[in-house]
């Protein structure tokens, strides 16, 4: 019986104090499929904050809750589960519907659909790693939609990213003696790769490819799946539908590089980096920031921090959102 209650409890989200306070699970059909937003605010009637995870396949409900409260006192913020990923993996499927192209749609849909609920003009869109590529397109799509684009460990060009990488991980490894991982990544070869697993060697050693020497890439993983947002069969199916949406995903992004595909947009930017992001992603992002018209644009470094600063400097973040609020407002 205890375990039957277990799997059968659903997901929720903690309270948020106040009277006009939100703190709510909807389901959201996008793009005719159901998916998750997590809806987090101390007013019902504060400017609203879209949340893009990366991924592709990637979860944050548990991390913005327990990483940005202080974004609850002056925005409504709905963290999405993109479909395929967390409490969206029901979504996944047919999988030859799951393009950028729709997750951009479903972004531009949620955004429609979030402000037409709580009576406001424009959304602040905020998209991290890939949520920040997919962010950059919907802005570009639909500028009338949204106040500002801020993108954190912003991704520009996924296939030139990847060969960094590769490139730093074979050095690192020839010059600290590393023949283990030396062996396991010439046997992959350069990417791209067909499959997510090749990645497990690159990514369980984000150390080669990181500017900080000290970086722990398990740092960059707050505790997310294991949370009230999910019930049991979520929590145990969050890996799978990491490694399922990914791998749908990831091959056709290979052609797409903002550097040419998004070289103007219609909205404020920002950009926020880490001061230890990977060369691999910071090099791209520069280009592409400086190569790019947009009514105005920041460039931002958060110390102490790598690919994920709103989480690992949270206080900074929200005093910088505070900020962007009162240049957008």
Known sequence: LGFAVLVARPGTTEPVPGPDA???????????????????????????????????????????????????????????????????????????????????????????TLRDRFDQDRV??????????????????????????????????????????????????????DDALLETVTRSGPPPYAEVYPYEAALSHGHAWHDDPAFDPSGE??????????????KVRGLPAFIDTFAVLYPQLQDLDLRTRA???????????GEFEARGRVGPAREWFDGLAAPDKRWIELPDAGHRPHFEQPDAFAALMRTVLSQTR
């Open 22 to 112: 939100v703190a709510e699970l909807a389901t959201v059909r996008l793009g005719g499929h159901d998916q998750t937003v997590m809806l987090r605010g101390r007013d019902d009637r504060a400017p609203i904050l879209l949340y893009l995870a990366g991924g592709p396949g990637g979860t944050d409900l548990g991390a913005m809750r327990l990483f940005g409260e202080q974004l609850e006192s002056d925005f409504l913020v709905a963290t999405w589960d993109q479909r395929g990923a967390g409490t969206s993996y029901g979504a996944l499927d047919p999988t030859s519907t799951l393009t950028p192209a729709q997750v951009v749609a479903d972004t531009v849909e949620l955004a429609q």
């Open 124 to 177: 602040y869109l905020v998209g991290n790693s890939y949520g920040a590529l997919i962010g950059v397109l919907a802005a570009q799509q639909r500028p009338d939609l949204f106040a500002a684009y801020v993108g954190t460990g912003q991704m520009v060009d996924v296939a030139e990213t990847d060969r960094i990488f590769y490139a730093d991980t074979l050095d690192w490894a020839r010059r600290t003696g």
């Open 221 to 234: 993983m707050p505790a997310n799946l294991l949370v009230e947002e999910y019930d049991l069969v979520q």
């Open 263 to 273: 070289a103007q947009l219609q909205v404020p930017v920002y950009v926020v980096t």
